[in-house]
């Protein structure tokens, strides 16, 4: 882990695409801005973490499944919801 110091104002660079900069700093939290272009993700990272649970969540989704709820578009019927650990 790099650990860098910077003053209020100052900035880190990350690449030639990502520029962070300490806008506040108040008691124990420092309030940073990013810049950054759109096909980079940013994320807290307690969001980031929601994130990957989700996509390990959609990834154990079983081709019975996608086929139960392609039917039911179909039909537009609501599917049943799957039991745990099916």
């Known amino acids: ?4 110091t910077r003053k ?4 880190i660079r990350i690449g030639d695409q ?11 939290q420092v309030k ?4 950054a272009p759109p096909h ?4 807290r990272e307690e969001i980031y973490e929601r994130i990957r649970e989700e996509n390990r ?4 989704v079983t ?3 996608l086929r139960e709820v392609a039917g039911a578009l179909r039909t537009n ?10």
């Open 1 to 4: 882990m790099l650990i860098l």
């Open 8 to 11: 209020l104002g100052e900035n």
């Open 18 to 28: 990502v520029k962070i900069t300490v806008l506040d700093i108040k008691g124990g």
């Open 32 to 35: 940073l801005g990013i810049d």
């Open 40 to 43: 980079i993700a940013v994320h």
């Open 57 to 60: 969540r959609a990834s154990n």
């Open 63 to 65: 081709p019975r499944l």
């Open 77 to 86: 019927k609501k599917p049943r919801r799957p039991r745990e650990g099916s």
